[in-house]
């Protein structure tokens, strides 16, 4: 058994939207039903003075949801790790949910199976 871990990239989203509460409150929210996660607590919210940027956090039965918003380039970093499987196809409520939410012109997702025993290839005590 293992996790997955998504890496998520937004560019070309609205510089309003990455700097609004709000938004991406109901962004989490989205997420949170789209992938059936069960939060532990209240996100956590920290908006930068400045350049508006917005960074949060969720702590989940499952693990985290975090995000970074950098308004002033326009790109959204998020990150997902479920350390049980989620339904089949959910990742890709990515590509559509932050294109609506933020008006992203591209979406990258990348997907990184994470493994709780020490690969075969690589012995106790060794570094990958």
Do not use: K
């Not at 949801?65 to 890709?92: D, I, K």
């Not at 709780?116 to 990958?128: F, I, K, M, T």
């Amino acid at each position: 058994m293992g996790g997955v871990e998504w890496v998520v990239e937004g560019f070309g989203c609205s510089e309003a939207s990455l700097s609004n509460l709000d938004t991406l409150r109901r962004l989490f929210e989205t997420l949170i039903a789209a992938f059936e996660l069960r939060p532990v607590g209240q996100t956590q919210w920290h908006q930068f003075s400045g350049t508006g940027g917005i960074t949060g956090v969720c702590i989940l039965a499952e693990s985290h949801l975090a995000c970074h918003t950098f308004p002033e380039y326009g790109s959204l970093c998020l990150n997902l790790f479920c350390c049980s499987p989620r339904r089949e196809g959910a990742e890709q409520s990515f590509d559509s949910v932050i294109r609506q939410a933020l008006g992203a012109q591209s979406v990258s997702v990348r997907r990184v199976a994470r493994s709780y025993r020490v690969p075969q290839h690589l012995p106790l005590g060794a570094q990958a």
